[in-house]
């Protein structure tokens, strides 16, 4: 499959996806669910086609960890609106996906074939899968914090404060699943499970972020404002350990995280 063919398949997924969005806001559930699940059919059908083009996972570069995050998000957004039915996720997931497919469409990058030695590992792809999938959870999350915050006029309810703590719950668990596979992979590419490599610093900052607003919002009479504070600024470290640490000096050259092409 050439990668110039991903804007058929990007569209099409797109165009059903929005038609999922609009069913769930016009409480039409079935037709909800069976655009959104052709339009991920379809979109994991032309990561399947890089993955057997390219002769390995499709997720070394950014494009390409792009790709699972931009077909992650409205499966996330499935996930939630089948267990809480809230209607504004499949448009929110919607949306992100659109974003993060227009930077792959006007800034594509070189897809070869080669593959260094550590990347070779079959802990590599579920290590990088299950991120992708922890990210857009909690992304989702911070969408839903950034509403409480800042365009909800209203206190927000318990129920909304349980939505927000399920997804981060559920992101936080992928999260841990993610580092557990790399240090398996790290332990078998380079003898050691840990090196504090400035990915691996900033995986632990992060990790440790969304520790505090779990135990935070465990604690008795806390402030809500301040927890969703807390969970805007751990999804800062979370961009930060994903793409940010690609533009520090100390990570230039040194660090085998960074993505290039």
Known sequence: ????????????????????????????????????????????????????????????????????????????????????????????????????IMVNLFKPEIHSKALMPALQSPWFAPHVIVYMFAYALLGAATVMAVYLLFFKKKPATDEEFEITDNMVYVGFAFMTFGMLFGALWAKEAWGHYWSWDPKETWAAITWFAYLIYIHYRRIPNHQPRLALWILLVSFVLLQMCWWGINYLPSAQGSSVHTYSS
């Open 1 to 100: 499959m050439d990668w110039s063919y991903f804007v058929y398949f990007a569209v099409t997924a797109l165009l059903l996806w929005g038609v999922g969005a609009y069913a769930a806001w016009r409480q039409k559930v079935g037709l909800a669910y069976t655009t959104t699940v052709i339009g991920l059919l379809v979109f994991f059908s032309f990561i399947i086609s890089m993955w057997i083009s390219l002769e390995r996972p499709p997720l070394r570069t950014m494009g390409e960890t792009r790709l699972w995050y931009s077909f992650f998000l409205p499966f996330a957004g499935l996930m939630v609106y089948s267990r809480w039915k809230y209607k504004w996720i499949l448009s929110f997931s919607t949306l992100m996906s659109l974003i993060f």
